[in-house]
């Protein structure tokens, strides 16, 4: 890396450039979007010169859509609590059911136990849309459509495979002989597993934590059919800004944009945990 | 009973099903007594670290029982064991400074911080770690962190010491050096200790008696003088001793007046019968094939012996080691001295009796060493 001369460097720098404008120009605009009324999203040609108004996010933050026919009630911010609600108690229960399980799976090989991970993997093989309709009818049978325990039980679906496997990477990464070392010197499995395996592990099942997050809060099918408004996350929510009199885009932009913020502010806190997780777990037995 | 700390009894150990998987341990029976140290010695695959995880409890035993201090261990977690295990990986624990991974072995015994202080400051002494008690394992070398990881078992007072390879990466002048410290250190404090190695001489250097195996089957188990000079079979002969035993195979005819040996190539080997006793002319002339072993040190030149031919002549600083066809085959001598001997020329060759050591040409099992039986 030193190595470079000044022309590579520069070169470098403009190809880096081009990388970060090309992903993050999207999300600049609709941040942009959000400050704008339809009227000046929608002029040609289109300018990043405008009057900013804060009108969107009063009309979110209040739930009164001011449309040319007329009012209309959203729930927006109730949805935006209950993508905060299904995702945080999904990636919890994941991260309880799946990380021992995981550990199990990394440390003892037992009777099928390669069956039962492949199995649980296989869950993310086949399209939502195709196991929808018969759990649709087991949740009308068994009471659980349209309660946050059965949208949180489907989540489940999304978080619990992708927690398994990768946690279940970082603990065959750790040297058994480390565990080993601290059970030989007076401790119980239990207590190894909570102060050696779940700490070396740290960084994995934070990132684990926060991919099961990501993916839980970007569904949408299984909350479009198996809970009605009240219950709905902001992927379904945001349905409400197509109305009657046209599509809403500067309230779409600016759910955007309150909708990202929980996941980046995450995102943002985890990855200063993952690096110096990642540093500290260089050792490798 | 109360001196001895390990009783292993037909101890078998299968990877996969029992009878069926890989059968790494066969039958192992072993005695430790008490402030013994013992090597387990053999190649890489031999049995011997399977065999130390079953002692520490980190292996299932599928047959037989384990005894520690009189008690059967084998169904118990290594929690109830009472042994310290320096492992062959380190495995230190990563976000911990070495002097806190080393007073961790003692944490469970509840000790005041003075005492614990105390006791790490002498055993990183002892392995000259002094100066890198507060770094982390990731900031050290490998043969630092070994020494850590030996510092962090030899702490203990436990009933058993296990250490796995435990100075394989140190610097051959440090582990001259701490070889001899350690050994001072655990007979000081009567400490009883199983290494596992496949460095002979750190077997002889460190072990009371040692343990050769080869295949899962524990081969010979004895004191490092009696292995050497007492080989049970072809294997521990030709296993222990650098450079290795030279060995040539043979068969045997033998008269009242002498024993001859005849090797490949048409080479007679005739000694008179008195040479050796009754016993072992007896044992040696019912066998047809036996395979003669002889250690390259014993080895003498003489203008009337057999003749060889010299295939490699090397001054090694302080030893001469000569290679020579002979007998089909090739006969290491060494000797101490500078010798100046061309590539090609022939010398005489003589193998005396009581260096010789035979071997059953089937088995392997030793027949006799020198004028004695085995």
Redesign the interface.
Known sequence: MDTMSPIERALRAVALTLVVVFFMFPIFWIFLMSFQTNETILSIPPSIVFSPTLSNYAALITGKLQTAAGTLDIAFMRNLGNSIFLSVTSVAVALVLGVPAAYAFARHKFKGSEDIAFTLLSFRFAPPLLVLLPLTQYFQWLGLSNTYFGLIWVYQLICLPLILWIVRGYFEDI?A??E??????????FATFRK?AL??AGPGIAAAGLLAFIFAWNNFVFALVLASADKQPVTVGALAFITSSGIQYGQIASAIVLSVTPTLALALYAQRYLVEGLS????K? | MTDTALLIRDVDKFYGPVDYGVHAVKKLNMDVRKGEIIALLGSSGCGKTSTLRMI???EAVSRGTISLGGREVQTF???R?????A?????????LTVRENIA??L???KLSQGVVDEKVASIAKLLEIEDILGR???SISGGQQQRA?LG?ALI?DANLHLLDEPMGQLEPQLRAVLRGRIKHYIKERGLTAILVTHDQTEANALADRIAVMEGGVLQQFDTPQKIKERPANLFTGTFVGEPPMNVFEASVTGSEAKVSFGLKDGVRLEYPASDFSHAVRDALVKRQKVVLGIRPYAVRRSADGVAGRVAVNQWLGDQTHIAADFAGGTMVLVEHDRTELAVGQPIGIRLDPSSLHVFDGESGKAISHGVELA
């Open positions: 040297s002989d480390v080993y070392a601290y059970r030989i010197a007076g401790h119980s499995w050696i700490p070396l500290l777990g260089a050792v037995g | 520490a409890g980190f977690a290594p929690v064991r009472n042994v310290a295990m492992f062959e990986g380190y495995s230190l624990y990563p976000p961790f072995a944490k469970a015994s982390y394992p990731s990881s962090r203990r």
